[in-house]
Antibody
Framework: QVQLVQSGAEVKKPGDSMRVSCRASGYTFTDNYIHWVRQAPGQGLQWMGWINPNGGGTNCAQNFQGRVTMTRDTSITTAYMELRSLRSDDTAVYYC???????????WGQGTLVTVSS | QSALTQPASVSGSPGQSITISCTGTSSDVGGYNHVSWYQQHPGKVPKLMIYDVSNRPSGVSNRFSGSKSGNTASLSISGLRAEDEADYYCSSFTSGITYVFGTGTRVTVL
C-alpha cells in the first residue's frame, strides 16, 4: 500500500537547521508531488511547500521563502525538507504528504516532531 | 497568503446534519475547483475526506459531502455520529501555485 515514512523526532536550538526525510513506497515516486505541512502544538495546519519528484521543481509559501529547501533522491524514493535559522515558534509536527490527484493530500506521513528550545 | 476562514466550532446532536464553511477569495477558493477537506482526531494524522470540492475518496462515508459557491466552500456531515467529533480543515489551491489551509473547525457531537 502507499506509505510515507518520516524520520524521527528532533530537538534543536534556536539558529540551528533541521532536516526531515520522507521515504515513499507503494507507488511510482516520480508520479506525484510531495507536499510539506506543519502543525504547531494546539494549532492548525500550515502548508509549507511542494516538490515535484520528477525534475525536482519546488515552490513554497511566502512565509518560508529563503529559509526552506526541499529536495529529493529518486534512487531511494525519499524527499527531504530542510528548514534553517530555527526559532522557538518553529516547534511543530512536520508532515510530508502525497498529492495523487487534484487537490487531494493523501496519504500523510506519520509526522515528525521538531522541538526548538534553548 | 492568509489562512482560509472557518468557524472555530460547530456542534450537533447525533443524527443531525451540520455544515462547516470555508471562506477565501477569488485567488483561491473562488478561482479553482481544488478545495479539499481533512478530518483530524486528537493526536492523529489528518485524513482526506473530500477533494476537488465534492469528490469523496473510496472508503469515506457518503454522509460527508462538499460543495462550493463563490468564494465559500462547505463540508456537510449528515447523520452525525460520535466518531465524527474531530477537527476539520479545508484547503485550497491558490493563484501563486501554492496551497493554503483553513483555520480549522472543532466539531462537537452533543
Amino acid at each position: 500500500q502507499v506509505q510515507l515514512v518520516q524520520s524521527g523526532a528532533e530537538v534543536k536550538k534556536p539558529g540551528d537547521s533541521m532536516r526531515v526525510s520522507c521515504r515513499a513506497s507503494g507507488y511510482t515516486f516520480t508520479d506525484n508531488y510531495i507536499h510539506w505541512v506543519r502543525q504547531a502544538p494546539g494549532q492548525g495546519l500550515q502548508w509549507m511547500g511542494w516538490i515535484n519528484p520528477n525534475g525536482g521543481g519546488t515552490n513554497c509559501a511566502q512565509n518560508f521563502q529563503g529559509r526552506v529547501t526541499m529536495t529529493r533522491d529518486t534512487s531511494i524514493t525519499t524527499a527531504y525538507m530542510e528548514l534553517r535559522s530555527l526559532r522557538s515558534d518553529d516547534t511543530a509536527v512536520y508532515y510530508c504528504v502525497r498529492a495523487p490527484r487534484g487537490s487531494s493530500f493523501d496519504p500523510w506521513g506519520q509526522g515528525t516532531l521538531v522541538t526548538v528550545s534553548s | 497568503q492568509s489562512a482560509l476562514t472557518q468557524p472555530a466550532s460547530v456542534s450537533g446532536s447525533p443524527g443531525q446534519s451540520i455544515t462547516i464553511s470555508c471562506t477565501g477569495t477569488s485567488s483561491d477558493v473562488g478561482g479553482y475547483n481544488h478545495v479539499s477537506w481533512y478530518q483530524q482526531h486528537p493526536g492523529k494524522v489528518p485524513k482526506l475526506m473530500i477533494y476537488d470540492v465534492s469528490n469523496r475518496p473510496s472508503g469515506v462515508s457518503n454522509r460527508f459531502s462538499g460543495s462550493k459557491s463563490g468564494n465559500t466552500a462547505s463540508l456537510s456531515i449528515s447523520g452525525l455520529r460520535a466518531e465524527d467529533e474531530a477537527d476539520y480543515y479545508c484547503s485550497s489551491f491558490t493563484s501563486g501555485i501554492t496551497y493554503v489551509f483553513g483555520t480549522g473547525t472543532r466539531v462537537t457531537v452533543l
